[in-house]
């Protein structure tokens, strides 16, 4: 069945490191792939999304490629900040093969940014 | 616009008591889900409906059930809560293809 698998943290970083937090997925179809990020004590927000191969999700500095042929998804943002402290999670969506369009998320990647 | 809305934001109950968690969006999306977070789990599919009049089990079912009672709610009930259900609940709608939308989360603790 769809899965995805995350690199597993925490991640500590200091300001204006560089950040990759990988993703490889198994999809039987043609997914739709996320980032979603959560921040402390709220609800998951979408970071950025792809939804082929080689298309290039972003927003925020943050970026992130679907390679087909290494099912890899990473995100990466060249300079991070102290509000990027939060947990990111990658997730993918199978194609509608069946009504319900289910989203299957990785673990999750606990980043803090120190100053 | 609230998006998706949750109540309660937070509970305590007791082993065996029951209770029934409430979802609602104004978005008119056709898909709603409910999770629930661990831990080290990430998010587990609890239910999900993927229209109003159907519902369907997901990953983690088993001591849950759910009503989609129109279009824009979608409820979770524990019968009988276990202490191995204390968790962070959250639920999300969808339409159709696009992007899945949380709403803030409840905190569930069952003594």
């Known amino acids: 069945g769809d899965s995805v698998t995350q690199m597993e943290g925490p991640v500590t970083l200091s300001e204006e490191a560089f950040l990759t937090i990988n993703c490889t997925y198994t999809?039987?179809?043609?997914?739709?792939l996320f980032w979603y990020v959560q921040y402390p004590g709220e609800g998951l927000q979408l970071l950025l999304k792809?939804?082929?191969?080689?298309d290039k999700g972003s927003n925020k500095g943050f970026e992130a490629t679907y390679r087909k042929e290494t099912t890899s998804f990473h995100l990466e943002k060249g300079s991070v900040q102290v509000s990027d402290s939060a947990v990111y999670f990658c997730?993918?969506?199978?194609?509608?093969?069946?009504?319900?369009?289910?989203?299957?998320f990785g673990t999750g990647t606990s980043l803090t940014v120190i100053p | 616009n609230a998006g998706v809305t949750q109540t309660p934001k937070f509970q305590v109950l007791k082993t065996g008591q029951s209770m029934t968690l409430q979802c609602a969006q104004d978005?008119?999306?056709?898909?709603m889900y409910w999770y629930r977070q661990d831990p080290g789990m990430g998010l587990r599919l609890i239910y999900y409906?993927?229209?109003?009049?159907?519902?369907d089990k997901g990953e983690v079912p088993n001591g849950y059930n759910v009503s989609r009672l129109n279009k824009r709610e979608f409820s979770l009930r524990l019968e009988s809560a276990a202490p191995s259900q204390t968790s962070v609940y959250f639920c999300?709608?969808?339409?159709?293809?696009?992007?899945?939308?949380f709403g803030p989360g409840t905190r569930l603790l069952v003594l």
């Open positions: 999300a709608s969808r339409y159709y293809q696009e992007t899945q939308y």
């Open positions: 999809a039987t179809g043609y997914p739709s």
């Open positions: 792809a939804t082929k191969a080689d």
């Open positions: 997730a993918l969506s199978d194609m509608p093969l069946n009504t319900g369009n289910q989203f299957y």
């Open positions: 978005m008119n999306h056709n898909s």
């Open positions: 409906s993927a229209s109003e009049g159907t519902t």
